[in-house]
Structures are given as C-alpha cells and as structure tokens.
C-alpha cells in the first residue's frame, strides 16, 4: 500500500514514536475539523435558513453554525501549525501542497459560497 506520495507507510517507523503521534492527531484534528464540524455547521445554517418564519429558531441554527465552524477553524488552525512546527515542511510532496491549497482556498471559496 502506497500513500499519496508512493513512499510506503514502513518509513514512518524510521522516524520515531514522536513523529509518528504527531502525523496521527494532525490527521485526527483535520478530519475532526474538515470531515466533521465544517458539515455539521453547514446543514445548522442550511436549516435554519429553512427555518426563517420563527426567528428564536433561525438564532438558534445560526448560533450552533457559528460555534461549530469557529470550533472547526481553530482545530484546523491548530493542525496546520503542529505541521509546520513539527514535521517536514520541505514543500516537495503533494500532501503538503495540497493541504496547504486547501488551507488558503477554503476561505475564499466560503466567501464566494455565502454570496449565492
């Protein structure tokens, strides 16, 4: 089995326990962030949208939208720099360009997004 980069996954044992933790709870807190709380946020504000004729409600949807995409940013946040502090930050595989892209175009597509 290869990951994104075709480096087996046996070198990460090379690297050291330290490493190894530290490439699981990156992983752990982005797809915690991007795979969990980014859509629970979106379908809060999706139904409160629905939800328009009793304003105490729309409050509501909007606050949970809110607590949960700033919950989402932090630990996104958070993730990117454990990255950069503790890992190869050398730019020369795909996984870091990716991420990195993904990172600094979430929040222009999000600006687009909320306009239609």
């Known amino acids: 089995m290869f990951t994104i980069d075709d480096h087996p996954p046996?070198?990460?044992k090379k690297k050291g326990h330290q490493m190894v933790h530290s490439i699981k709870l990156?992983?752990?807190?982005l797809w915690v962030s991007m795979g969990l709380l980014m859509p629970v946020?979106?379908?809060?504000?999706?139904?409160?949208?629905?939800?328009?004729?009793?304003?105490?409600?729309?409050?509501?949807?909007?606050?949970?939208?809110?607590?949960?995409?700033?919950?989402?940013?932090?630990?996104a946040t958070i993730g990117a720099i454990m990255s950069l502090r503790t890992l190869e930050n050398s730019f020369d595989n795909n996984h870091q360009r990716?991420?990195?892209l993904c990172y600094y175009?979430?929040?222009i597509l999000d600006r687009h997004l909320q306009a239609l």
């Open 105 to 107: 175009v979430a929040p």
């Open 26 to 29: 990156h992983g752990i807190l």
């Open 10 to 12: 046996s070198n990460l």
């Open 41 to 75: 946020g979106i379908l809060f504000i999706r139904m409160g949208n629905k939800a328009n004729e009793n304003g105490r409600k729309v409050k509501v949807f909007f606050y949970h939208h809110a607590i949960f995409q700033i919950v989402a940013v932090v630990l």
């Open 98 to 100: 990716l991420g990195s």
